[in-house]
Each structure stands twice: as C-alpha cells, then as structure tokens.
C-alpha cells in the first residue's frame, strides 16, 4: 500500500469524524475527544511511513543532513545500476551477492511496514 493511500484513508476517516462536527455542536456534544483519538493514531500511521520511507533513501531536514547520512538500499541500488551501465564484461558474482542481498532488506523492510501499518490501521478502524 503506497504512502499517499495510506494517507488519503487515514485523512478520511479524520475528515468524516470533523464531519460530524457541526451535528456535535446541535447536540451540544464536545467533539474533540471524539477527533483526538483518532488524530493520534494517524500520526502513528504517518510516522510508520516516514520510517518505511527512510528505509530506502536517506531522508533529513536540509541537503547537507541527507548527503552526510548512510546509503540505503535504493541508494545502494542505484549505485549498482550505475556500475553495471558503464563497465564492459559480464556481471560478477560480487554484484550478484550484493543484488540478492538490498533484495531481502527490501523485501524484510516490506514485510515488517505491512505488518505495522495493518495493525495500526486496524485500530484506527476500531476508534
């Protein structure tokens, strides 16, 4: 599931509560706990995204931060990608290896994001 789906239904779902807001205010209800709960747990569902974002690329406040931080996996990838552009002759075993092994960090990071953002989804669906 992409970022901006995830977004998009979280901010749904936040909207549809903000909705009811003027009926809340017919009712002399207070809707903010009503609209707080479900606000906390979006900002736990984007800041799933913000991390399995940083998972693939470097990601900072400012240029210099994001150059001086650690490659990641598609930072990495690209790097290999590049390699194999420009040079002559066969792939090696090495780049090989290297491929297999940015493919299981993907796929773990993957992996553990679903897993997370489900389960957090699943709780905003309860609130």
Known sequence: ????????VVFTYIFSSFCSFS?????????IP???????????IAELVDNYES?????????????????????????????MEV???PITRSMIEVYERLNQERDAANTEFHEKVTAALARLDVI
Do not use: C, Y
């Open 87 to 89: 040079t002559e002759g």
């Open 34 to 44: 009503r609209v707080a709960a479900p606000a906390k747990q979006a900002a736990v």
């Open 1 to 8: 599931m992409s970022r901006g789906r995830i977004l998009l």
């Open 23 to 31: 009926e809340a205010q017919q009712t002399s209800v207070d809707p």
């Open 55 to 83: 998972t693939f690329v470097p990601t900072g406040r400012t240029l210099a931060e994001i150059i001086n931080l650690p490659a990641k996996i598609f930072t990495k990838m690209i790097w290999l990608h590049n390699m």
